[in-house]
């Protein structure tokens, strides 16, 4: 790893301000990718810029419609959060499949978010629920939030600041881990919500996306067959060592029927 | 070089870091806490695990410099004088392990499940511990060890 400068600012404005004044500036809130994306020498920031000490950041909270999370709340507090677990049990089941257990008591939503992993499981449910992501700036619906392949809608010098998800009516996540990364191999997150329903797919490709044509099955019928019916083209979906792109389309169907199931 | 201060085993420690160094790096080279393994250095095999704040954590995956003012636990601190802690002497009773290597991480991690849930069963227990990788494929041991670990804890925690 390179050496860099490091910042802890105590709010948003002074690590906006650390950011500005960096020559090549990054935000460092769990770490769970940078650090290993440091120590590869895959990154190396002049000033790395740690959200860790606002706590403006952190913790979970109902509101009118649904709950806000703080950028900053670990997947952990999540996963354990009752309010979470009463409003949207989907989502605290989701945040106890990433990754392991240290991952989790150190990851953060906002840094997931920022990331954009491909095959990362909170876009699914930022997606999936119609989430609105929060910055010091505006507010991004989640439907244009997310532009492929670890790109976000996010500009220089914007930091999320919180998400806001609104309580759908049923949802549920299924997930096919790869076994050695906890990755999502394929994870798809349905939810019958009030704009309708909404198909959000991990994993198959070059970012989070929506399964249009399973959520067009399941307006129609809302069951487990419907969408395990429904064949998409593998044309879509990347292939690699661990799943062809026929294997990854079939996977959709077939986990979009599980969480059907579970809804 | 910036200065970082924290409790380690309930002994206020400081030392001289770069930004860049790694929390294993500096409990192992400048406190000479060797117990706190590296295994992968990729965050995935667990070997390096400690307690930050009352939570496990990959040291691997953390700065020193971040952990300016938190108290750290690592294998070092479990035990009180010459009595292991009820999770390590269920290691050595149960025969959990084979090298020895991924030990100190399977019993932190181990640790900290008992914590959050005080009587886990053979499948919670597996899954707590997906970010400990014993690369002897030990685990029917381990897995035995825990369970076993985690009723001393309970038994240790009652007494007290």
Redesign the interface.
């Known amino acids: 790893?390179?050496?860099?400068?490091?910042h802890?600012p105590n709010n948003v404005a002074d690590a906006v301000t650390a950011l500005g004044g960096a020559g090549d500036g990054k935000i460092i809130a769990g770490?769970?990718t940078l650090?290993?994306t440091?120590?590869q020498r895959l990154a190396a920031p002049s000033d790395?810029i740690?959200l860790?000490g606002i706590a403006d950041l952190k913790g979970i909270k109902a509101e009118s419609d649904g709950i806000t999370i703080g950028a900053m709340t670990r997947h952990?507090e999540v996963a354990?959060s009752s309010l979470v677990k009463s409003a949207i049990p989907a989502l605290a089941e989701l945040a106890e499949l990433i990754?392991?257990?240290?991952?989790r008591?150190?990851g953060t939503i906002g840094g997931s978010l920022a990331n954009n992993d491909p095959a990362a499981d909170y876009p699914a449910a930022i997606l999936g629920l119609g989430a609105t992501v929060r910055t010091n700036k505006r507010e991004i619906a989640a439907d244009d939030f997310f532009q492929g392949l670890f790109e976000t809608a996010l500009e220089e010098g914007e930091i999320i600041t919180a998400v806001h998800f609104p309580k759908p009516e049923k949802a549920a996540y299924r997930k096919f881990a790869q076994p050695?990364s906890?990755f999502a191999l394929i994870g798809v997150f349905v939810a019958k919500t009030k704009g309708g329903i909404r198909v959000a797919v991990t994993g198959g490709g070059n970012g989070v996306f929506r399964a249009t044509d399973i959520e067009t099955a399941l307006a129609a019928n809302f069951t487990p067959a419907a969408a395990k019916g429904v064949k998409l083209d593998p044309a879509d979906f990347n292939g690699d060592l661990h799943g062809t792109p026929e294997y990854r389309a079939a996977l959709v169907s077939t986990m979009a029927a599980r969480a059907v199931e579970a809804c | 070089m910036p200065t970082v201060r924290m409790t380690v085993n309930g002994r206020a420690v400081s030392g001289e870091i770069e930004a860049r160094t790694l929390l294993v790096h500096f409990l192992r080279n400048q406190l000479g806490l060797t117990g706190t393994h590296v295994g992968c250095d990729t965050s995935q095999c667990g070997a390096c695990v400690v307690h930050v704040d009352g939570t496990s954590i990959k040291s691997c995956t953390l700065l020193a410099i971040q952990a300016e003012g938190a108290e750290v636990t690592t294998i070092e601190g479990l035990a009180t004088g010459d009595e292991l802690h009820p999770m390590q002497a269920a290691f050595r009773e149960h025969h959990g392990l084979q090298c020895g290597f991924c030990t100190p991480g399977m019993v932190m991690s181990a640790v900290d499940l008992v914590k959050t849930n005080p009587d886990p069963s053979e499948q919670q227990i597996r899954e707590g511990l997906e970010g400990n990788i014993c690369r002897c494929t030990g685990y029917h041991n381990i897995v035995k060890a825990v369970k076993a670990g985690a009723k001393a804890m309970n038994a240790g925690a009652m007494k007290g």
């Open positions: 790893m390179h050496n860099f400068n490091y802890r770490g769970m650090v290993p440091l120590k790395l740690d860790n952990a354990a990754g392991d257990r240290q991952v008591n150190r050695a906890r």
